[in-house]
T-cell receptor, first 111, second 113 residues
Framework: GAGVSQSPSNKVTEKGKDVELRCDPI?????LYWYRQSLGQGLEFLIYFQGNSAPDKSGLPSDRFSAERTGGSVSTLTIQRTQQEDSAVYLCASSLGVTLHFGNGTRLTVT | AQSVTQLDSQVPVFEEAPVELRCNYS??????LFWYVQYPNQGLQLLLK??????LVKGINGFEAEFNKSQTSFHLRKPSVHISDTAEYFC???????????FGQGTRLTINP
């Protein structure tokens, strides 16, 4: 079946602009995660949605970052007033149990 | 809170040689342990996981890992590597009963012919 889909695959934006990154999880998966992968930094947890529960936002680095998950399915990660340090690959994953299934990521470059 | 340390950022090996990628974790409670692999320009995929039971876990592509509770380690091994194993490998931990994964910094495995 279809895996986790992320769009766009690449995004170049100017410093100060807002960006939206989209994630379509695997159908039926109740949990959805966003991670950030920066060069040499490993994977940094950002936010986690589980069913109808309040999301775990403990990894969001600043109030410029926010995420929504509509209808328990598609999620959008929004970064406002982008900064150069936001340049990274943003990975989305979904799961039904303990195994996470990852998308190929969105590479964000802030110029 | 749990944490993961991957002791080697890069590991170069020759083709058909054995390899071990090291992972240590820190947690005061029982955990689940995972190894994920990331091929160039792709997302991560699960190699293997330890939830309970036998401490020796076998995964895809001939990899295996051993959970050692006393040493809080979960090292990944393969007896003979191939060029196609060139990738970045991530160790991860979650608390039992929780789903949020904490990842290590990754180990880049480079296979030389």
């Amino acid at each position: 079946g279809a895996g986790v889909s992320q769009s766009p695959s690449n995004k170049v934006t100017e410093k100060g602009k807002d960006v939206e990154l989209r994630c379509d999880p695997i159908s039926g998966h109740t949990a959805l995660y966003w991670y950030r992968q920066s060069l040499g930094q490993g994977l940094e947890f950002l936010i986690y949605f589980q069913g109808n529960s309040a999301p775990d936002k403990s990894g969001l680095p600043s109030d410029r970052f926010s995420a929504e998950r509509t209808g328990g399915s598609v999620s959008t990660l929004t970064i406002q007033r982008t900064q150069q340090e936001d340049s990274a690959v943003y990975l989305c994953a979904s799961s039904l149990g303990v195994t996470l299934h990852f998308g190929n990521g969105t590479r964000l470059t802030v110029t | 809170a749990q944490s993961v340390t991957q002791l080697d950022s890069q590991v170069p090996v020759f083709e058909e040689a054995p390899v071990e990628l090291r992972c240590n974790y820190s947690s005061s409670v029982s955990v689940y342990l995972f190894w994920y692999v990331q091929y160039p320009n792709q997302g991560l995929q699960l190699l293997l996981k330890y939830l309970s039971g036998s401490t020796l876990v076998k995964g895809i592509n001939g990899f295996e890992a051993e959970f050692n509770k006393s040493q809080t380690s979960f090292h990944l091994r393969k007896p003979s590597v191939h060029i196609s194993d060139t990738a970045e490998y991530f160790c991860a931990v979650s608390l039992q009963g929780a789903q949020k994964l904490v990842f290590g910094q990754g180990t880049r495995l480079t296979i030389n012919p």
